[in-house]
């Protein structure tokens, strides 16, 4: 059984850096996308950083571009985020995502947009930042 598992959250303070990683395990998927979402308190949750098996493109939403980056091992099937100048606005608990086939980066990052496949998410991970 294919499975998530987020990890690498924590307690940092404002403009320090994190990062989490979201190991997948139990498929053979040749064809897959992960993506990081996250869910702060009291707001709904929303797509931040995914990455395409196929051709390593990614899709950053714009809270997060140039401070944050995505990476993958395929070796270690282990998705990275890279979090740099953390501010209290990311507080939230991050989640990782995969669905296989991978659709497009845009799409995979759309929680609730259509697309052809079987998603898979993790237990989130807590990370809080301080002022």
């Known amino acids: 059984r294919c499975s998530c598992r987020a990890s690498g959250g924590g307690l940092v303070r404002a403009g320090r850096s994190l990062r989490l990683s979201c190991a997948a395990s139990?498929?053979?998927?040749?064809?897959?996308?992960i993506g990081w979402f996250r869910q702060a308190p009291g707001k709904e949750r929303e797509g931040i950083s995914c990455?395409?098996?196929?051709?390593?493109?990614?899709y950053y939403a714009d809270s997060t571009k140039g401070r944050f980056t995505i990476s993958s091992d395929a070796a270690k099937n282990t998705v990275y985020l890279q979090m740099n100048s953390l501010n209290s606005e990311d507080t939230a608990v991050y989640y990782c995502r995969l669905v296989a086939p991978g659709p497009s980066v845009n799409t995979l990052c759309c929680e609730h947009c259509d697309y052809y496949g079987t998603e898979y998410w993790g237990k989130g991970t807590l990370v809080t930042v301080s002022s």
């Open positions: 139990g498929f053979t998927f040749d064809d897959y996308g």
């Open positions: 990455i395409s098996s196929n051709d390593d493109s990614t």
